[in-house]
C-alpha cells in the first residue's frame, strides 16, 4: 500500500507541484486501494472488513450495486453466515 500511495503522490505533485495537502488526499488514495481485489487474498479489503463490496461513488451516480434492502437484524444475519 505504501508504495501505491508513493505513486499516487509521485504523479499528484507533478500535477501541484505547489500544494503541500498531502494528508487530504489520503482517503482518496486509500480507498480505492482497499475497494480493490488484492492478488495475495483474493478479495478487497473493504469486502473483508465489511462483508461486502464497496459501494463506489459510480454506483451512486448511476444508482447501481445497490443491493436488497433489509432490516438490521438480517443485514447481521446474513454478514455472520459470511463470516
Not at 495537502?21 to 495475495?40: G, L, T
Amino acid at each position: 500500500m505504501v508504495r501505491t500511495f508513493r505513486e499516487r503522490r509521485r504523479c499528484e505533485r507533478l500535477e501541484e507541484a505547489e500544494n503541500d495537502d498531502w494528508e487530504k488526499r489520503i482517503p482518496q488514495v486509500c480507498f480505492p486501494y482497499n475497494a480493490s481485489v488484492h492478488e495475495s487474498t483474493g478479495y478487497a479489503s473493504f469486502e473483508m472488513m465489511f462483508g461486502r463490496p464497496a459501494r463506489l461513488p459510480v454506483d451512486a451516480a448511476f444508482n447501481t450495486n445497490m443491493g436488497k434492502a433489509m432490516t438490521t437484524s438480517k443485514y447481521v444475519e446474513e454478514l455472520a453466515a459470511q463470516l
